[in-house]
């Protein structure tokens, strides 16, 4: 609709919220230039709307209890790609921070709720187009901030090895249905650890991509330095053929380089792992809160590495201990600033934008901003308070220290081909009740993240794949490469998987669930 000309009463407002000092006088004066110049915001809106795509009339529904054993869907539905294609024959599950055009898309969060998406996102559309079919969207945690399952506003996703405990967030349906074997593929978000987190405590395989390799276009950011988007898996080899569908540039995504090659990840992991060197990260172990059980797991798989003809010793990056820090910073200061006050997207990047979703969620959540999950207001709490005295200076100083950081990996990198350390430093946590106190809906939310998430500020490869069991759940092991080599990373993991004979399934689902057979 048109931007209504604005009266002097209007503009006083405004002007008193920059605190210009005008007087009645200065509005009124002001006021027939203003209005002359929102002209351009009309001639824009109709110009747009010329161009605007209209969601396509796409079967869908809600799925009951008896359909929905783990809560992992949000919507189910079954889109048919092309007849033909690498992902002919499988189903596929979408994250819900990811556009399906005439699917409903919530994020997890009342303040999405009720959208409808008009474009699918390019994951989507290439993922059809390599003839997957999609079967619904995948439950995720409230606007993806948590690497815990209990804070969608669906409800908790229950962890099919355990059903009183996490599956790990955000991508926490995707990780449920693919564990479970109700999916073949899932295609996640990761910026603090989200695909890889919940793919360590439900024993499947997470990808994290080198950042800018798949494009986000059509995905909630919540801060787009930090912003990934990857497979999700029951095996190495399905990640690679998923990876090698959605990867290179799409021309939309200002978080791409402008020039990227697509290696053959399938053909890749194909090659022998044998004589690569693998260096152990200290100080991923050994955290406050490491579970030995962890620890020993994650030691264990890298003696059956050496088995398979690597080699593996250890090598010190004291600055793995400074990345949690400086993506608490990037991801708190930086979110507040984008995911909620610039109503997700933000501005100043040359990127496709959502308009229709820019409204919808902005007007939503000034609606009703206590709406917001627990992990959502610590984050606009600790941003709010941290900007007022810093005018983003802390946000700045740590995107500075961010190639400090991916330095420090590359020169461990430069003495080995990847690296290795848990993925998360313990098992899945048991699910908060409904009445948990804050202190426990946080820690369960954010405990997990201290391997995961320097490596969404570096931007480099990471891969988690089952380690074993430790009290009878899965343990993670990350795997981490230099920038852009995502084969390499996959590689190592195809070794370990098949020097291990293939990843074991929670109890009750067969083994072979959610693979081509």
Known sequence: MPVPPPDSNALLAVAEGYRLGHST?????????VAGLLASWDAVEALYSDLAPQAPERPWQRPDDAANPY????????????????????????KDNIT????PMMNGSKTVEGFIPTRDATVVTRALAAGATVSGKAVCEDLCFSGGSHTSRTGPVRNPWDQTRSTGGSSSGNAALVAAGLVDLAIGGD????????????????????HGLVPYTGAFPIEQTIDHLGPMTRTVADAALLLGVLAGRDGHDPRQPTQLDVPDYLAAIGESAEGLRVGVVTEGFGHQNSEPGVDQTVRAAVDTLRGAGL?????????????????????????????VDANGYGMNWPGLYDPELIEHYGNQWRAAPHEFSQTVQLVLLAAGYA??????????????????????????LARFDVLVLPTVPMTATVIPGPDAPREEVLARGLEMIANTCPTDVTGHPACSVPAGLSGGLPVGMMIVGKMFDDATVLRVAHAYERAVDGFPAPPGVGATAGQRV
């Open 25 to 33: 006088a200065d509005a009124e004066s002001f006021q027939p230039a």
């Open 71 to 94: 809560g992992a869907w949000y919507v189910t539905t079954e889109l048919t790609g092309a007849p033909e294609g690498p992902l002919a024959g499988r189903t596929i599950a979408i």
């Open 100 to 103: 399906v055009a005439g699917l």
């Open 191 to 210: 910026q603090g650890g989200s695909v890889r987190m919940p793919a360590a405590f439900s024993g499947i395989v997470g990808h994290k991509p080198t």
């Open 311 to 339: 080699t593996a010793e250890e090598v010190s990056i004291p600055w793995h201990l400074h990345g949690a820090r400086i993506w608490d910073v990037i991801a708190t200061e930086g979110a507040a600033a984008q995911m």
């Open 387 to 412: 900007r007022e005295r810093g005018r983003n200076k802390y946000y700045a100083m740590a995107r500075n220290l961010a190639p400090v950081l991916r330095a420090a990996y590359d020169e461990a």
